[in-house]
């Protein structure tokens, strides 16, 4: 077997399992602050996929955290943060979450 061959079907794929549809929803985000604090509040969803999501919040988190997002729409759901960032195109910040439940959103 050709060693170029071995070598690239051992390289993690960077595109996401399915595809990221863009939205615009409100959502609760609840969680804890870095020290420990319970939070609460008003966050947008601007995008969306089966198991995550990328959402604007002023909430000062870790990754690695465990928050919870309550859509309009639905359940609450479990999730984890995964991705930390200031959008340069607006200067807010957006999180990267992955959800906990393997249905994701559309559990029941």
Same mark, same amino acid.
């Given at each position: ?39 609460? #509040?008003?966050?947008? @969803?601007?995008? *969306? ?5 990328? !959402?604007? $919040? +002023? /909430? =000062? ?8 997002? #309550?859509?309009?729409? @639905?359940?609450? *759901? ?5 991705? !930390?960032? $200031? +959008? /340069? =195109? ?19």
């Amino acid at each position: 077997m050709n060693e170029e061959l071995k070598f690239e079907g051992t390289v993690p794929s960077q595109r996401p399992r399915s595809p990221r549809v863009p939205v615009e929803f409100a959502v609760v985000l609840e969680g804890h602050t870095l020290d420990g604090k319970s939070f609460q #509040t008003e966050a947008l @969803a601007v995008k *969306v996929s089966r198991g995550g999501a990328t !959402i604007v $919040t +002023d /909430a =000062t988190v870790e990754l690695g955290a465990t928050v919870r997002l #309550t859509p309009p729409y @639905a359940r609450a *759901v479990e999730a984890e943060v995964n991705g !930390i960032w $200031t +959008d /340069a =195109t607006d200067g807010k910040q957006r999180i990267g979450v992955k959800l906990l439940d393997a249905n994701g959103w559309f559990a029941e």
